[in-house]
């Protein structure tokens, strides 16, 4: 009796301290770097597990750090290329085949997010997309949020039998990930449709916006957006048009490295950053410039990423999270027991701002499916209805992933901007798959 009431404690504090989290970034009252350390701190402590505390911020830091020194060296070694000139054709690639039309251009966007998520990254996703694309959003004036949003939910939709979740849900359940995955073949395409119609409605809000809207698709922008680049002296002397071809090789090869999955993606991309920095920059002095250049963006990634794992560590350590998962499903009436699947999939997507990862499809999955058994589901649709949502298209907005903060700060925009604005579109696509899942006859009301 003493464990369960010590249990019910544990999971309120769980729940305050999340809550309190979402709502402190979304209001953008506090730095997520300060929110994220600060919170769990005070979560633990209420939770009376304060002399725990050090060893659950050293135990998170020591899962997050080669995350963090992948984007870290990821931030400076496409900083680099892009200081060389390497997006520059690929920019203007992408300006003659949309135009300068914000909605063929929003299109545009989520089709490479498509293309570069087919690996399962979303990290690697964000990392090529956003830093191509930003010049182009930058020229014509549209808001970056856009960009954020488009890219993310792309990725968010893409989920496939090699991406994270589908595997978690197939280990965690022990089926099959082919068993998972084929039969939402046809939702995923509903889901993809959905993600370019709101990709081409979002730019064609961005042309009423910017006064584009009666232009054709071939029209000059008016001049305050002219799309011509503009740059100082400054910049073009970084340029190394004739290391283009070079450039191209190195890049190639990091993002195929890391893709295979070979070598670990910190490894690759420290080599490949001292690897440009002396190919494109041979004095000692040029690269301490192109560091430092770049150093900040690089620093406050970092920053937010080892605060991440603190918040990750205290909450997981402590056990906050597993008390929390266990209360979530343990009252579940007997009217809605049939309907878990299609409950799930309306859910899947926020329940990423709630759980990381491993901590939902090992912790949650398995006693949501063991209560659904209960009522004569197939513990295949739980796993179907999580991947509608949960750390799909919740991942790029979730503070419990590196990608979440990855992409705001690729975009250039406030963490809490982008959840804002991010949040009930992919929240939405979620809604729109699991309403595709029912009228496919794979769950049932």
């Not at 939770?47 to 899962?63: E, F, S």
């Not at 011509?228 to 450039?247: G, I, K, M």
Request: proline content about 7%.
């Amino acid at each position: 009796m003493e464990q369960q009431r010590e249990g019910i404690i544990l999971a309120l504090v769980a729940a305050a301290t999340i809550l309190s989290l979402l709502a402190v970034i979304l209001s953008n009252r506090v730095s997520p770097l300060a929110a994220l350390i600060l919170i769990p701190i005070a979560g633990a402590i209420a939770a009376g597990v304060a002399p725990g505390i050090p060893g659950y911020i050293v135990d998170g830091l020591a899962k997050i750090a080669p995350v963090a020194g992948m984007f870290v060296f990821a931030i400076l070694f496409f900083g680099i290329m892009t200081d060389a000139g390497l997006l520059a054709p690929l920019v203007n690639a992408v300006l003659r085949m949309v135009g300068e039309r914000p909605s063929r251009i929003t299109v545009g966007t989520a089709l490479l997010a498509l293309l570069i998520h087919l690996d399962g990254s979303g990290a690697v996703c964000f990392l090529i997309t956003i830093p191509a694309l930003r010049p182009l959003y930058d020229r014509l004036g549209m808001d970056r949020r856009v960009l954020a949003c488009t890219a993310s939910m792309a990725a968010g939709v893409n989920f496939l039998p090699w991406t994270g979740p589908t595997l978690r849900a197939g280990a965690a359940l022990k089926l099959p990930v082919a068993t998972i995955f084929t039969p939402m073949i046809g939702v995923q395409v509903v889901g993809l449709v959905f993600v370019f119609v709101v990709s081409w409605w979002l730019g064609v809000r961005e042309e009423r916006r910017l006064g584009l809207g009666g232009h054709a698709a071939n029209a000059e922008a008016p001049a305050h957006l002219a799309v011509t680049p503009s740059h100082s002296d400054a910049e073009l002397a970084l340029r190394r048009p004739r290391l283009f071809l070079v450039n191209v090789a190195i890049t190639l090869v990091v993002v195929a490295t890391m893709i295979t999955g070979l070598i670990e993606p910190v490894v690759v991309f420290m080599a490949g950053t001292a690897l440009a920095l002396i190919v494109n920059y041979p004095s000692a002095a040029q690269q301490r410039e192109r560091i430092d250049a770049h150093a900040r963006a690089a620093l406050m990634m970092a920053g937010i990423l080892f605060a991440a794992g603190a918040f990750t560590g205290i909450m997981t350590g402590s056990g906050m999270i597993k008390a929390l998962a266990q209360a979530s499903v343990a009252h579940v009436p007997d009217a809605i027991g049939p309907r878990i699947p299609v409950l799930l999939g309306m859910i899947a997507m926020p329940l990423s701002l709630v759980f990381d990862p491993d901590s939902f499809y090992f912790g949650v999955l398995p006693v949501i499916a063991e209560v659904a058994g209960h009522f004569g589901v197939p513990a295949v649709q739980v796993a179907q209805a999580a991947l509608l949502g949960q750390m799909t298209t919740g991942f790029p907005v979730s503070p419990l992933t590196p990608a979440t903060f990855l992409v705001a700060g690729l975009s250039g925009v406030e963490l809490g901007a982008h959840q804002r604005f991010a949040i009930p579109w992919l929240f939405a696509a979620s809604i729109v798959m699991t309403l595709a899942a029912v009228a496919f006859g794979i769950f049932s009301l």
